[in-house]
């Protein structure tokens, strides 16, 4: 199984564990019983209660077990560094118990719910739930330290660094303060913290560098004091896990200025107790520190020590992480150490020939003896030598823009290819009154002009732009006057036509009297002479037309005639004493249709209301102005 | 820098004016004013639409094939700057426009002229029909008839004598 130590699921803590469970039994059953109810129902009431419980404390307890990592499926060294960090028995054990309260609690559930079936009140249903409910949480009351030292176990894991044990790894190993710390900072991106004291690091550290288009991996320890094997604590023995299980280049590192507390013997002495834990591994001997004393200002005796070391075969290389000399050296020696030793065990291996197998390089045979060397041109061969001396290259335009700092302004112009270059600087007319230059550029546009100014010289000797003469004589003038004056009186007469009431009540045309002067004055708009027609037929007062029949003389008169409304006084004369009055009764007739005509009305009758609400006095916020007018 | 063409009403569209819309088929259309712009999502065409450059020349209002209207043309292959060309570029440019609006405006009032033979007719006509509205038809009769019983009465003095 894969097991990834960031998801194991939150254990938690007995109390909150018992809590967590029966308020969600209280949640998710249902609530409500009753005496009355039968008692199949109460007791499947009950039951369920019990069996839910059962069901949530079976599922969390078996997630937990399923989470957490079984020591022997993981790769050995996690295995190794778990039992270092954790202890495997105290591990086995805890979860040993946990696997044990979830079969006790089943059992419970078990045997509770058979015994539900015989309750027969609801009392004793209830009861039986409340013992049954009662025992499963003791059962976990009793798990408390397990369950903690689990969640221990669990925050530790998710923080442990995540080292794959199969790619390739730097392992850097030594005394406590000899500087591997600060190697691994130089070299990857890790920052662990370097200080003076001992066991600065206490755990594993893990950081990342490329080298040849790989990733690999720099794994620091905790530094390794010397003595035996059992003595050894928690610390050390995660440094000593790592250097046994992983498949790494191993960086042992010495302190020649013995800043670190210990000798070059003491250091050669662990030396040689680790050595069996080199085995198979490449190796490298860092003589760090060498900024401070390198290992020619070594005394006698450590340097012979350094001599027997490379004697036997081993690559010392002095280093200073402070002043970084050598670090490239340890780190390209130790990556070409361990790919040439993955390569050769890989070689040994099976696999290898199934991919051999398949590999194929084709070389393209000879087809004659002439020689084809790679051709360089010329181009590249120069700008290749304009780059290995360092002649001055021309002029940027970032050198000018520093040069010239705030003054400088882009001028891409001048680096336009046109066939005068004096005109670079020209500033290109693009619009002309609505038009694109651009669209009229032709380089026969002179041509065309000429050609279409002498088709213009022709038509206009031909006449086509003379403007003809307003042959327009007296007639024509005369003949439009006439027209426009017939279609204004056209236009009169229908709106005076559209002004009457044609579906009102309407008198015959003869109940009208004509006005005489209004007669002669049509007439003569018509252009009849209309002088002197006093003595015309309709300049007659006018007698009466109704020839009375004969009648008895006791008849008495019937309705008055014409002639007597003739006779009558018109209405604006009639009770008028004088002139004076007249004058005044005038006035105050204006003054009453004054409001009426100002209104527009026909006259005191015309008493509709075309809007009785309009609009611009009931809409609209007041601003200023008064309702009536706003 | 370029003044583009109204797809709809063909006016002039200045820089920093109007709209353009850009269809699925890559065809841009450029519009003057929102006017058009709705006119053209409501679909209509602007050859039937009668306020528009393109319905006039469809229908034949507008002068539409003369040698002066083949100056103006969108050219696709760029020139290299020549001052001497440009400037007399410029000023080819100004003598073709007038000869343009000279043409344009010559054509206008060819087309009109019949309308005016037009108005004549109808002026004869309505005065032919209508005249009675603002002359009676036996208007100077009276005095016409006056004039002649005079002048018979005068020669037949004469005659007498």
Redesign the interface.
Known sequence: ALYNFKKIMVVPTAKDFIDLTLSKTQRKTPTVVHKHYQIHRIRHFYMRKVKFTQQNYHDRLSQILTDFPKLDDIHPFYADLMNVLYDKDHYKLALGQINIAKNLIDNVAKDYVRLMKYGDSLYRCKQLKRAALGRMCTILKRQKQSLEYLEQVRQHLSRLPTIDPNTRTLLLCGYPNVGKSSFINKVTRADVEVQPYAFTTKSLFVGHMDYKYLRWQVVDTPGILDHPLEERNTIEMQAITALAHLRAAVLYVMDLSEQCGHTLSQQLELFNSIRPLFANKPLIVMANKCDVRKISELSEENQKIIADLIAEGITVIETSSLTEEGVMQVKTEACDHLLAHRVNTKMKGKKVHDVLNRLHLAIPAKRDQKERPPFIPDGAMVRRKAMETDAPKRKLERDLEIELGDDYMLDLQKYWDLMNPDEKQDRIPEIWEGHNIADYIDPEIMKRLEDLEREEELREKAGEYDSEEESEDEEMQEIRQLASQIREKRKLKILESREKNTKGPRLPRTAKKVERGTLEKDMSDLGLDMTDKDDSHYAQRSRSLVRKRKREVSAPPTSRTRSQSASRPPRDQSGVRDAKMLKKVKVLMKGSQKEMNRQGKKGESDRHVFDLKPKHLFAGKRKSGSTSRR | ???EKCYFCSA?VYPGHGMAFVRNDCKVFQFCRSKCHKNFKKKRNPRKTRWTKAFRKASGKELTVD??L??????NI??????E??S???E??????A?KQ?RQS?FIVNRLKKGKELE?A???S??KK??H????P???Q??QLEDKMVQKLAEDVEMDE
């Open positions: 820098m370029r003044i002039p040698n002066s083949e100056f103006e043309k969108r050219r760029p020139l290299k700057y020549n001052r060309l440009w007399k570029t410029v080819a440019m100004k003598k073709v426009e000869i000279k010559r004549k109808a002026d004869i309505e005065i209508n005249i509205l603002i002359k009676a036996h208007a100077g009276a005095k």
